[in-house]
T-cell receptor, first 112, second 110 residues
Framework: GAGVSQSPRYKVAKRGQDVALRCDPI?????LFWYQQALGQGPEFLTY????????KSGLPSDRFFAERPEGSVSTLKIQRTQQEDSAVYLC??????????FGPGTRLTVL | DAKTTQPNSMESNEEEPVHLPCNHS???????IHWYRQLPSQGPEYVIH???SNVNNRMASLAIAEDRKSSTLILHRATLRDAAVYYC???????????FGAGTILRVKS
């Protein structure tokens, strides 16, 4: 069956540009997570949705980062006024229950 | 979240068993032990999880120490496709987010 998909797979932005990263979770999955992974490091939690409700956004690094999931399915992570330190792979994961998260392939963001 | 400690890297020969250790001395009674792995250029992949008893699934086995302060992920016959970073993660009973450490880089030699 279809897994978690993310688009675009690669994004190059000039410093100061706004970007939007999309996540299509597995159909029916209630939970949706965003993680940020810097080169050579493990993923770091950004935010968590249960259906359309954003229950935890404690990992968002600044107010330039914003995530939404308006209809409880597709989610968008938006980064405003991108900075070089935002360069990373952004991973989306969905899950039907606590004990197993299914990850997408990630979006590699490069800010020049 | 309670922390885990894993070796930075390990090496194995193809077709041989691999034992990946994880220490979690500050684990609480309601923490579940999860293992994920991340193949090159892919998102992490769930491997297995357990609470107190040893667990087996089609991918691996999880051996949990009696005091729960350590655990071992066992790959029964390593293949080249098992080369990845393996993460040991603790999650509270009603927790959700995964807190990844640095993990163990597993290299498999043919």
């Amino acid at each position: 069956g279809a897994g978690v998909s993310q688009s675009p797979r690669y994004k190059v932005a000039k410093r100061g540009q706004d970007v939007a990263l999309r996540c299509d979770p597995i159909s029916g999955h209630v939970s949706l997570f965003w993680y940020q992974q810097a080169l050579g490091q493990g993923p770091e939690f950004l935010t968590y949705f249960q259906n359309e409700a954003q229950l935890d956004k404690s990992g968002l690094p600044s107010d330039r980062f914003f995530a939404e999931r308006p209809e409880g399915s597709v989610s968008t992570l938006k980064i405003q006024r991108t900075q070089q330190e935002d360069s990373a792979v952004y991973l989306c994961a969905s899950g039907p229950r606590m004990h197993e998260q299914f990850f997408g392939p990630g979006t590699r963001l490069t800010v020049l | 979240d309670a922390k885990t400690t894993q070796p930075n890297s390990m090496e194995s020969n193809e077709e041989e068993p691999v034992h990946l250790p994880c220490n979690h001395s500050t684990i609480s009674g309601t923490d579940y032990i999860h293992w994920y792995r991340q193949l090159p250029s892919q998102g992490p992949e769930y491997v297995i999880h357990g609470l107190t008893s040893n667990v087996n699934n089609r991918m691996a086995s999880l051996a949990i120490a009696e005091d729960r302060k350590s655990s071992t992920l066992i790959l029964h016959r390593a293949t080249l496709r098992d080369a990845a970073v393996y993460y040991c993660i603790l999650i509270m009973e009603y927790g959700n987010k995964l807190v990844f450490g640095a993990g163990t880089i597993l290299r498999v030699k043919s």
